[in-house]
């Protein structure tokens, strides 16, 4: 079996240019991370990076990170049920996280590109990929922010020739409290999910997570 590294390799050219561009500008002045946990799963990511001060105010991250997602769940082929089922997902990844200069009244946003690996022994899954991840934060009173979020990794982003799916896919939403510009806490439901080559749909895991949020 190949390396997990061997196996990146490919999708790794293609985000390559972003994240040598994000470390040479980065003085890495700022450890980011993010926790979360609940009954049915489980996400981390730990990060540097660099933040700045905007002209209008913002202050942006740019930031490399170090990411391990683990569920435990019922897994559905289309309406069938699979039984519990583990998977994993390791990523690499690069972006920016940051609020506008008032995060109370006019949130903010997180934009990366990340490379993957998902694996599931039980069901023998195994697909490494480049995506893309996306929130917004969206304030309701003083504090108190709403959040929504995709990734996506699609087939033409995929470094396996005979690709397991067309297209893995996560999506969030709930709330968090911000307390200042840098540390949040959270509870969100989460979907993972994806369409496999001949079209059918499987749900991987779905659940609440409690977490926080911070940068240094």
């Not at 289309?78 to 006019?106: C, M, R, S, V, W």
């Not at 509870?187 to 749900?203: I, M, Q, T, V």
Request: glycine fraction near 10%; proline fraction near 2%.
């Amino acid at each position: 079996m190949k390396s997990f590294f061997t196996r990146l390799a490919t999708p790794f050219l293609m985000s390559s240019a972003l994240t040598l561009s994000v470390a040479a500008q980065a003085e890495y002045n700022t450890l980011f991370m993010d926790l979360a946990a609940g009954e049915e799963m489980s996400h981390y990511r730990l990060g540097i990076g660099d933040t700045q001060k905007g002209i209008e105010g913002d202050r942006v991250t740019s930031m490399l990170y170090l990411g391990y997602f683990q569920s435990d769940d019922m897994a559905k082929l289309e309406k069938t049920n699979l039984d519990t089922q583990e998977f994993e997902i390791i990523t690499i990844g690069a972006g920016g996280f940051g609020y506008l200069a008032n995060p109370t009244e006019h949130g903010g946003a997180e934009f990366d590109f990340e490379v993957s690996q998902t694996k599931s022994d039980e069901l023998d899954y195994e697909r490494t990929a480049a995506g893309m991840r996306a929130q917004l934060f969206l304030p309701v009173i003083s504090g108190l922010q709403a959040n929504v979020g995709v990734n996506l990794r699609p087939f033409f982003l995929s470094g396996d020739w005979d690709d397991t799916a067309k297209l893995e896919y996560e999506y969030q939403a709930g709330l968090e409290m911000a307390f200042n510009w840098d540390i949040a806490v959270y509870a969100h439901y989460r979907f993972l999910g994806a369409y496999l080559k001949n079209d059918d749909k499987l749900s991987m895991a779905e659940g609440v997570m409690l977490g926080l949020r911070a940068r240094f």
